[in-house]
């Protein structure tokens, strides 16, 4: 995923798994059909509560923009595994 970048590493070779930890959760929301919404609120939630990335009023700090870029790229995904395989859910949208 590219689009979602919040700390900033897409461009730094060793840290080229820093997001591998967070993969599963949002696997399993696009294989339950999750909705554009969720998958948002879910990637919001990684920033804020797992790193820690807010602002004074506990705001993540990349813009909500960002984060809807991110959705769309991985509602592609969904859509390429589920033409891929289907018994895999197509997205939700």
């Keep these: 995923m590219s689009k979602w970048d919040p700390i900033g590493v897409n461009d730094v070779p060793e840290a080229a798994d820093e997001y591998d930890s967070y993969i599963g959760g949002i696997y399993r929301l696009l294989a339950s059909a999750a909705t554009d919404e969720e998958v948002s609120e879910h990637l919001r939630n990684i920033e804020a509560e797992s790193m820690g990335m807010i602002d004074a009023s506990a ?8 984060r809807w870029e991110a959705v769309a790229e991985l509602q592609r995904f969904s859509l390429l595994q589920h033409l891929a395989d289907p018994g895999f859910p197509p997205p939700a949208s």
């Design 59 to 66: 705001e993540p700090l990349s813009p909500e923009a960002y």
